[in-house]
């Protein structure tokens, strides 16, 4: 049977694959020590869960308007207001099968083929593949080196007449980086001059540590009308598998990723979205607890990572990766095996050491290796014991 080129090109999400290949080997029985997945391991607090046997019970089950119902949309928009300090009416905002759906909504209404789209370095695996899908062409922006982010310069650099697009995704995955507000506002002063518009996925925003603040680069002047705003309750409230995510930008680019989802997937499930609007009322403090735990995690890590020799990373103040530089261990050789990329380094480890996490090359950057802890401290302890052993036996 025929396969599109468009189907051909698409590279599977190294992301999820190794999550799943992590799983599936410990369902055989190996001890896997997974730093691959991309989801709070908590459970969705009991509240949300409530919420949403309600709404079965009472039969919440049928087609909702594409975009969303309106008390969802309504609690978007106030969360919005009272978190971000921005204004969007409810038509001004859709609700889509995770943030991943919005953000590929977004991108088939803005990007035409042969448009740029610049691209921080390192970027989230998904991004590249919906541009790509879209017949973008992404333009690499690389990350400058004090603060691992894409500095003004940077983007300067790599402006040409056909940039369309910027995408940013603060706090990063999978460096876990904060933009500053200063960074911030520079990049939206270049945006208004070269007439780009922003894709801000602000989904880690509630995840940040060290009293890092993310400020959304639509909330500074006349940045809204150039924004779209990614966001979603999957990582906020450990809700992955619900699939709610959401967008909020311009009433006309909205409308338009509205007529995408009419004729692709129609409205996300139904009972997922009361879910969804009763975690967006939930207690503060349920998000709270979970960041303190993450935090604590994330001392661990980078306590144990900071001790591997020649390791280095950028401090993550956000979401629950740490994004780690083995480059001085490529070149070398374990048992006798070379090690000569962050893939075969990452599979090695699987192999090997027992433990699972993602090569950098997969977000653009070979040399790194992506650790999520969103996992329990026991298994940061363990986990990272066999890292070292493994690293004490590379020559
Ligand atoms: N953006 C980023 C940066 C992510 O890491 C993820 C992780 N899945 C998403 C968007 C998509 O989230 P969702 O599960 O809501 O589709
Ligand atoms: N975004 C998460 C990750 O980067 C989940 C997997 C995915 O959707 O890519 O691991």
Known sequence: ???????????????????????????????????????????????????????IDEGFTKYTPTSGIPELKEAISKKLEGENGLFYSP????????????????????????????????Y?????????LAGGKPVFLEPSPATFTAGIEEIRKALTPCARILILNNPSNPTGVVWEEEELEKIAELAKEQDLVVVSDEIY???TYDGAKVRSIASFPEMKERTIVINGVSKTFSMTGWRIGYAAGPQEVIEAM????????????SISQRAAWRALQTDPCLVEEMVEKFNKRRKLIMQHLSEIPSVTFPIPRGAFYIFANFSSYLGKSFQGKSINSSLELAEILLEEAQIACVPGIAFGMEGYLRFSYATSEENIENGMKRLKDFINQIN
């Not at 038509?91 to 919005?102: T, W």
């Not at 989230?124 to 790509?132: F, G, H, N, S």
């Not at 509205?258 to 499930?269: A, F, K, L, V």
């Open 91 to 122: 038509r001004e905002i859709i609700v889509s099968c995770g943030a991943k759906h919005s953000l590929f909504n977004a991108i088939l209404t803005l990007c035409n083929p042969g448009d740029e789209v610049l691209l921080p370095k390192p």
């Open 258 to 269: 509205g007529r995408i989802q009419d004729h692709s997937t129609s409205n996300p499930t």
């Open 124 to 132: 989230w695996v998904t991004y590249l593949e919906q541009i790509k």
């Open 205 to 207: 925003e509630r995840l």
């Open 1 to 55: 049977m025929q396969i599109t080129e468009r189907a051909k090109n698409i590279e599977p999400s190294a992301t999820l694959s190794i999550s799943a290949r992590a799983k599936a080997l410990q369902k055989q029985g190996r001890d896997i020590i997974s730093f691959s997945a991309g989801e709070p391991d908590f459970d969705t607090p009991s509240v949300i869960k409530e919420e949403a046997k309600k709404a």
